[in-house]
């Protein structure tokens, strides 16, 4: 089972798309992040998906956000897909799945009439305290995004940065 709003998060590291270790402490902007967990790199959905979040990121800058994707991809998947795709976020390599199974994103699911274990893809709004504020499970990549933001300026609003 996913985290659900009003969890507070376990402090954990991951090594980001530099392969430098950091804190999830570390990551929010003023008011908070969206915290996005995605199956894989490269790959027609996920690409779709970052660059939903990159055109939209100083929309969610200005409300004191932080945008952050979580996958299981090595560091050097991630310099790839994020020199491809020109994403200009943090992207977080959940290796160990530690972090993906914090979260319950990592779970059985069904693709094409075949089952498996993986990213279910799921997004997380989470307060500047670590805590769960809003839960996307099993998330759709089109318009998803901009569902997001519009719940991140009714929950934090434009002028609270």
Not at 58 to 79: N, P, Y
Request: proline share 3%; net charge negative.
């Amino acid at each position: 089972m996913s985290l659900q709003p009003g969890d507070v998060i376990t402090d954990m590291t991951l090594p980001d798309h530099d392969g430098r270790e950091v804190a999830l402490s570390s990551l929010p902007a003023a008011n908070g992040m969206v915290l996005y967990f995605y199956p894989k790199d490269n790959t027609p959905g996920c690409t779709q998906e970052a660059k939903d979040f990159q055109c939209l990121v100083d929309e969610f800058a200005r409300l004191g956000v932080s945008i952050v994707g979580v996958s299981q991809d090595s560091v050097a998947s991630h310099v790839t897909f994020r020199d491809r795709q020109e994403i200009g976020f943090t992207l977080l390599s959940d290796q160990k799945k530690r972090v993906c199974e914090q979260f319950g994103v990592w779970r059985e699911k069904t693709n094409y009439g075949k089952t498996s274990l993986g990213i279910v893809r799921s997004t997380f709004i989470v307060d500047v305290g670590g805590v769960v504020r809003k839960v996307y499970d099993n998330v759709r990549v089109k318009g998803h995004v901009e569902k997001v933001l519009a719940d991140c300026r009714a929950m934090f609003g434009e002028q609270s940065v």
